[in-house]
């Protein structure tokens, strides 16, 4: 248990779908992350937010939108997704990002049909 | 800009055996390097890091690594593989103000008895 949950932890949509993707942190960190995780590749971090400004958005595409409403929570929408969109969608925190201490939590294994 | 190279995808170690993980970094600033571990249907734990100090690090579960800067390297070394090392290895790279994790693309780690 790293204190980073993440709901739910498995989720199937169809292309038209809209659902969302929760992340919760009562670590006190200042900084969250989304990271997606596919077969085969290296992790790809999406977005970063610090003190709930997003400050990189990696190009991600658009039917993906973060939300950050506080400093302990982050979510990602999801909208008309694509089935190359399955993966594994990863939440991360820290409270210093220089100092290296990355938390991460458990994963959403997102199945797009 | 950064980068990470791990080589070999797979690895299989027997039970008992060194466990040698190889991982090498470009940079254009001194780095922090990161071993994280990922086991099934789980996220991301974090086995040892480096950041300033002494080049040989200590982590959790037996693991260590060493910074070798002239080689631009930070293989992970185990002396004896233990059936629980059996996992997906994941070296990563920081060396920008906000933090932002470089992952490397992996490599599972099978233990045969």
């Known amino acids: 248990e790293t204190g980073v949950t993440q709901t739910p932890r498995h989720l199937v949509m169809g292309m038209t779908n809209k659902k969302s993707l929760k992340c919760e942190q009562h670590?006190?960190?200042?900084?969250m992350y989304w990271y997606k995780q596919s077969a085969k590749k290296p992790l790809e971090l999406m977005f970063v937010?610090?003190?709930?400004?997003?400050?990189e958005n990696n190009s991600v595409p658009s039917r993906f939108s973060p939300e950050c409403p506080n400093s302990s929570h982050l979510f990602l929408h999801l909208h008309t997704l694509q089935p190359e969109d399955s993966a594994l969608y990863l939440c991360a925190s820290s409270q210093d990002p220089s100092s290296g201490n990355w938390y991460f939590g458990p994963g959403t294994r997102l199945t797009v049909l | 800009a950064q980068s990470v190279t791990q080589l070999g995808s797979h690895v299989s170690v027997s039970e008992g055996a060194l466990v040698l993980l190889r991982c090498n970094y470009s940079?254009?600033?001194?780095?922090?390097l990161f071993w994280y571990v990922q086991y099934p249907n789980q996220g991301l734990q974090l086995l040892l890091k480096y950041t300033t100090g002494a080049t040989l690090v200590k982590g959790i579960n037996g693991f260590e690594a060493e910074f070798k800067k002239s080689e631009t390297s930070f293989h992970l070394t185990k002396p004896s593989a233990h059936m629980s090392d059996a996992a997906e290895y994941f070296c990563?790279?920081?060396?920008?103000?906000?933090?932002?994790?470089?992952f490397g693309a992996g490599t599972q780690v099978v233990v045969t008895p």
């Open positions: 990563a790279v920081s060396s920008d103000s906000w933090g932002k994790l470089q």
């Open positions: 937010y610090n003190f709930k400004e997003q400050t």
């Open positions: 940079s254009s600033v001194p780095p922090y």
């Open positions: 670590l006190g960190h200042n900084a």
